[in-house]
């Protein structure tokens, strides 16, 4: 069983900066891609960003340049650090276990996902 717990959300001011965490339980961890995703109210899901187990990323076009995704397979984490933070970056955000090699954009390419931490930037 995999569980993945999300830390670091809160509330922010616009420009501001955050560090999302996600810990990973399981010994096949660095075997995994691991993504962040972020769903806001009444919008669905969508891709933020993804790493893969040797440390090669890929991020979303509204993210790119400010947001920053990193992994540490010794300690099972894997880290979204967000700056230059918008009103539209308001969101619960995910991290979650790639499965499916698949198109890394889709939430059905994963299998596990944390609970989710709140990021409210204010404007």
């Known amino acids: 069983q995999v569980q993945l717990v999300e830390s670091g959300g809160g509330l922010v001011q616009a420009g501001g900066s955050l560090r999302l965490s996600c810990a990973a339980s399981?010994?096949?961890?660095?075997?995994?891609?691991m993504g962040w995703f972020r769903q806001a109210p009444g919008k669905e899901r969508e891709f933020v960003a993804v790493?893969?187990?040797?440390?090669?990323?890929n991020s979303a076009e509204s993210v790119k340049g400010r947001f920053v995704i990193s992994r540490d397979n010794y300690k099972n984490m894997v880290y979204l650090q967000m700056n230059s933070l918008k009103p539209e970056d308001t969101a619960v955000y995910y991290c979650?276990?790639?499965?499916?090699?698949?198109?890394?954009?889709?939430?059905?390419?994963?299998?596990?996902w944390g609970q989710g931490t709140q990021v409210t930037v204010s404007s």
């Open positions: 790493i893969n187990w040797s440390g090669g990323t």
């Open positions: 399981g010994r096949t961890f660095s075997r995994y891609d």
């Open positions: 979650a276990r790639r499965y499916d090699s698949s198109r890394y954009v889709s939430p059905s390419a994963y299998d596990y």
